[in-house]
């Protein structure tokens, strides 16, 4: 079985996100990029599979960011294959540009299962696992979180969440594209060592992706939320935070 | 194509599902402004009944079909397909939900039309259509001009007030012709999975202490068991700290978790990511706190601290054992 994990960079939030000059797009130069982190979780679901059914999996991500060092990793917790594919816009693409790129890649390509994640942080225009089963007219499920083959590698039978902790059982027919919500366990961590002695060794291949057109939307502006509106602001150590709010508790009779 | 305003109106297990009714609310008012219909598209099977909780559109228009009894998304795209190739409307607005995000994006790959996500405002300027959607963790929003052409829409649960069912009109009601069987649906829906039971339910607590990234580790978990403890309340979660298995699934608030509207809301190290808020944003009060000024969880929050959660939680922990036991003497 030839599994294909579908990834892609986006900026870390612990750095914070600035908007450029043109206020209508983020600055890249305020970004440190990581692996998205649902990405991360289609990527360890898809490793879990490998375990259980010696399944081949191949990582394909768009050539943004830090795309080298997350491949690495890939490399490391158990990927056969990476794969970087190169585009030649500067500014990450929109998804259905994104969508279409993995599309032209992954045609005449045998896999039975893509994997990627359900969303990102910053998509704007759909998730990309449901653009790209819409452009290979492949069936589609998102918000997945657990995969078991069933009759061979014919059919995969799938979780998928729904709200209140509810979950829809489903069964379907490959080759499939799912979008992972959240894989069975954590995604694993790589030995620092062993991340190193990949990096030292690994080749990862790149893929010139042919230009697509695809449907995108005109952004006018984009824009932070401004500071201060909203909660009124408790100051000062944490005790006195803890003694303001008590108070606060108090007045509505929350505590004891 | 149209000036009509269409909604996916959501349901499960025979009941409407919020979202639909928001979607009514913002869908007339929409409508209005660009001169043209509220036409609501219920797909499923033997879901009749539910029409007339539609009273408030003009129009309905029904599929009503063994294939689409419950959601998949090839189904369900396919029956909109062939609405849409009929008379293509303005708009077609879904929840950004389970449902919704699902069928919008396979649906515009299949129509090839343009679709936007996340989105939480909606409006008409001048003529022109507007959606402002919540990015990158609601640090960010982007403001989009809706092209001329049909475009599909899924907005944050929450976003808009619920419509008032109770203005009652009589929709046209027409039928979306489809095949006995549907062709190529490849996915075939087994069975329901019910949430796990025992555990703690945390809808029923009137105090929650959620916990967030900012908690840092599984162990840290014991001081914020130990603050609920001491407020008689409960520790719930936003989705990061559940997807690491420190908490059971129990415990998640926010979209594929729980709803929860309590006295308190104690966000500890949670920034306020659009699908969490969504959880919790009918919480009488909420106070947040989070070393980020910045957190998105401010903006809605009632009260808030720029402190770490870690060193919070202790000496919040001892200033309600103080309290309790004042009032206990």
Redesign the interface.
């Known amino acids: 079985m030839n599994i294909a994990v579908l990834t892609k960079q986006v900026?870390d939030?612990v750095e914070?996100?600035e908007?450029d000059s043109t206020g209508k797009a983020?600055d890249p130069e305020s970004i440190r990029y990581i692996l998205s982190?649902s990405d991360d979780?289609a990527l360890e679901e898809a490793l879990l599979l490998k375990e259980r059914t010696q399944a081949r999996v191949e990582v394909f991500s768009l050539e943004t960011g830090e795309v080298r060092d997350s491949l690495c990793a890939a490399l490391a917790k158990g990927a056969d294959r990476v794969v970087i594919v190169a585009t030649s816009a500067d500014a990450p693409p929109s998804?259905?540009t994104a969508?279409k790129i993995f599309a032209s890649v992954l045609q005449g390509l045998s896999f039975d299962l893509i994997l990627t994640g359900?969303?990102a942080?910053?998509?704007?225009?759909?998730?990309?696992?449901?653009?790209?089963?819409?452009?290979l007219n492949l069936?589609?499920?998102?918000?997945v979180r657990k995969v078991e083959m069933a009759d061979g590698t014919s059919m995969a039978?799938i979780?998928?969440?729904?709200?209140?902790?509810?979950?829809?059982?489903?069964?379907?027919?490959l080759p499939?594209v799912l979008?992972v919500?959240?894989a069975e366990?954590?995604p694993r961590y790589v030995p620092v060592s062993r991340l190193r002695q990949v990096m030292k060794t690994a080749s990862l291949e790149e893929k010139d992706a042919a230009p697509v057109e695809a449907?995108?939307?005109?952004?006018?502006?984009?824009?932070?939320?401004?500071?201060?509106?909203?909660?009124?602001?408790?100051?000062g150590?944490?005790?006195e935070?803890?003694?303001q709010?008590?108070d606060?508790?108090?007045e509505?009779r929350?505590?004891? | 194509m149209t000036q009509d305003v269409w909604v996916i109106a959501e349901h499960f297990q025979g009941r409407l599902n919020d979202i639909t009714r928001e979607l009514i609310g913002k869908g007339r008012e929409l409508a209005q402004a660009v001169a043209g219909k509220l036409v609501a598209v219920l797909l499923g099977s033997e879901t009749k009944s539910l029409i007339s909780e539609l009273a408030a559109v003009d129009a309905v228009l029904v599929a009503d079909h063994p294939d689409l009894r419950e959601f998949t998304a090839e189904a369900h795209s396919l029956a909109l397909e062939t609405a849409l190739k009929d008379a293509p409307p303005r708009l077609v607005l879904m929840g950004s939900t389970s449902v919704g995000l699902d069928l919008l994006s396979l649906l515009s790959a299949r129509t090839a039309l343009p679709c936007l996500d996340n989105c939480t405002k909606l409006e008409v300027r001048d003529g022109k259509l507007f959606t402002t959607s919540q990015i990158y963790g609601g640090k960010v929003f982007a403001e989009v001009a809706v092209a001329e052409t049909t475009t599909l829409v899924a907005v944050v649960p929450g976003s808009f007030p619920k419509s008032e069912t109770e203005a009652m009109g009589r929709p046209e009601v027409h039928e979306i012709p489809l095949p006995a069987s549907l062709p190529e649906v490849r996915t075939k829906f087994r069975k329901l999975i019910e949430p796990p039971p025992g555990d703690v339910d945390i809808t029923q607590s009137s105090v929650l202490v959620a916990v967030g990234r900012g908690i840092q580790n599984a162990d840290n978990l014991a001081m914020a068991e130990e603050l609920a403890e001491a407020m008689g309340g409960a520790v719930c979660a936003s989705r990061p700290v559940i997807d690491q298995g420190w908490l059971p699934l129990t415990r998640q608030v926010g979209k594929s978790g729980m709803t929860v509207k309590p006295k308190l809301y104690l966000a500890l190290g949670i920034s306020g990511a659009p699908e969490h808020w969504e959880g919790m944003k009918n919480s009488e009060l909420i106070v947040a706190v989070n070393t980020d000024p910045r957190a998105p969880i401010f903006a809605g929050a009632h009260y808030g601290a720029v402190v770490d959660a870690l060193d919070l939680i202790p000496a919040l922990t001892e200033e309600v054992r103080k309290a309790n036991m004042k009032k206990a003497s």
């Open positions: 900026p939030l914070g996100v908007i983020v982190e979780h998804n259905h969508a359900v969303r942080i910053d998509d704007l225009d759909g998730s990309l696992g449901g653009l790209l089963a819409g452009y069936p589609y499920v998102g918000l039978v979780q998928k969440e729904y709200p209140g902790g509810f979950a829809a059982e489903l069964e379907v027919k499939a979008g919500q959240a366990q954590p449907e995108i939307v005109e952004v006018v502006r984009m824009f932070k939320p401004e500071e201060g509106a909203g909660a009124a602001i408790l100051s150590t944490p005790e935070v803890a003694r709010m008590v606060l508790f108090a509505r929350l505590v004891r």
